[in-house]
């Protein structure tokens, strides 16, 4: 009866064994079949365009490919920039139409081309407004930079940041010394009424044209002139015609980068995150490169055999006193604002 009794227990003990045994395999089973779950689940990858109309060299587009680098190792090769560069995708106006669209992802623009978008930034064109590159950098980083910036969502566009472009500068044909050579010389100015008034305040006849259109526009003399950044003279090939430039720098200001808002609201509030960390990083890259970037290339116009004049302060007095106008008919409305940005300590 004992050995009846123990027969019993012990296959008892090998059915429970086996059950056990059987009920394990479903659950690895299970966890196995959770791995290509978690891989659909992931965000689909996405390759986003930049137009510039800077050449492939320029320092603003060298930034530009270590800002869709700096994209594609933070998402891990998700997101892909290809940049544009060279006006391949259209020159700087048709690139923030093609961006407004939302047929193109990223650009970056002058205020000139802006302020046809957005007329609140005729109050970054306004003549001497910036008195160097720190008082215009100890304003951008304040909330009225950030408010600029804002203020392009209204139109269809992103604001991510500012990009230093240096200050303006007149060159010519001719010499430009001062007001007086200004007389009847004819200088090509974005398209933008507040750049042609400016001008017209010198005395000079302005012609509002894109850029690509100016180096043959100097060639056969329907301009005589322009008005640029000193690198920009160098990447757009004009000393080739120009002989001579001055330092004026009439405009500090910065360009900015854009994104289509419709893309951008596409985006995930991580992947939002990530573009915007690198563009804050691009704005701070850019101001570093830019300052060595104008030295060597008022060094290489010299070079090149350029007549390069520095005006006194007299002279600078005498040409913000002329375009006092361009002050009271488009910055009437941005007083308050002016006087903000005059007093900026820096």
Same mark, same amino acid.
């Given at each position: 009866?004992?050995? +009846? ?58 930034? +530009? ?11 891990? $090769? ?23 669209? $939302?047929? !193109? ?8 081309? =802006? ?6 930034? %005729? ?5 001497? =407004? ?5 008082? !215009? ?7 009225? $930079? ?14 991510? @940041?500012?990009?230093?472009? $240096? ?19 004819? &200088? ?12 017209? @305040?010198?005395?000079?006849?302005? &012609? ?20 640029? %950044? +000193? ?10 015609? @120009?002989?001579?430039? &001055? ?27 990530? /573009?915007?960390? @690198? ?5 701070? %890259?850019? &101001? ?6 104008? %030295?060597?290339? =008022? ?41 903000? /940005? ?5």
């Amino acid at each position: 009866m004992k050995k +009846i009794v123990s027969i019993v227990v012990l296959m008892s003990l090998i059915f429970a064994l086996a059950a056990c045994g059987n009920s394990a395999a479903p659950q690895e089973t299970a966890q196995v079949e959770k791995t290509p779950v978690k891989e659909e689940a992931a965000s689909p990858e996405m390759t986003l365009r930049f137009a510039t109309d800077s050449s492939e060299d320029y320092v603003s587009t060298v930034q +530009i490919y270590k800002f869709a680098d700096e994209v594609a190792e933070k998402t891990n $090769g998700r997101i892909k920039i290809e940049v544009y560069a060279g006006g391949q995708l259209g020159e700087e106006k048709a690139c923030v139409e093609q961006v407004q669209m $939302g047929s !193109l992802d990223f650009t970056k623009s002058s205020m000139g081309a =802006l302020t046809g978008f957005n007329e609140q930034l %005729n109050l970054m064109s306004l003549p001497y =407004l910036f008195k160097s590159e720190d008082h !215009l950098w100890a304003v951008m980083n304040t909330q009225i $930079g950030q408010d600029l910036l804002d203020s392009m969502e209204s139109t269809g566009l992103k604001g991510l @940041c500012w990009l230093d472009a $240096g200050s303006r500068c007149f060159y010519a044909t001719k010499p430009l010394n001062s007001i007086d050579d200004f007389k009847d010389v004819k &200088i090509r100015v974005m398209q933008s009424a507040i750049y042609g008034d400016t001008v017209s @305040c010198l005395g000079a006849v302005p &012609i509002s044209m894109s850029g690509n259109e100016v180096y043959s526009a100097l060639q056969t003399g329907v301009v005589d002139g322009a008005e640029n %950044n +000193i690198p920009r003279v160098i990447d757009m090939s004009h000393n080739e015609l @120009c002989d001579y430039l &001055i330092v004026d720098r009439h405009n500090i200001m910065p360009e900015m980068v854009l994104m289509s808002s419709n893309i951008w609201n596409k985006l995930s509030a991580e992947d939002q995150a990530v /573009i915007q960390e @690198c563009a804050d990083n691009l704005q701070t %890259n850019m &101001i570093n490169a830019w300052l060595d970037t104008e %030295n060597e290339a =008022l060094d290489k116009l010299a070079e090149g055999g350029m007549t390069i004049v520095t005006p006194d302060a007299e002279t600078i007095a005498a040409f913000r006193e002329a375009m006092q106008p361009v002050y009271d008919k488009y910055g009437a409305e941005y007083a308050e604002l002016v006087e903000q /940005i005059e007093n900026t300590a820096y």
